[in-house]
């Protein structure tokens, strides 16, 4: 059984659809902040670094 719990903190209500500064310029195209964590997730799976973005 997993337990998963997403929290994207600071009021990001508008980001989940629209996209984030940081998001659009790190990965420079437009997408959403759920678009975004699922790329850094599939990244750190690929570099064995998933022991650093999760709890």
Known sequence: ???VA???G?????HV???HAYG???WRKNMSTG????????RAI???QVEKIVT
């Open 1 to 3: 059984i997993y337990d």
């Open 46 to 48: 690929e570099t064995d």
């Open 35 to 42: 678009r975004r964590i699922a790329m850094e997730i599939k």
């Open 17 to 19: 659809f629209l996209g």
């Open 6 to 8: 997403p929290r994207i």
């Open 24 to 26: 659009n310029t790190l």
């Open 10 to 14: 600071g009021g990001t209500n508008v």
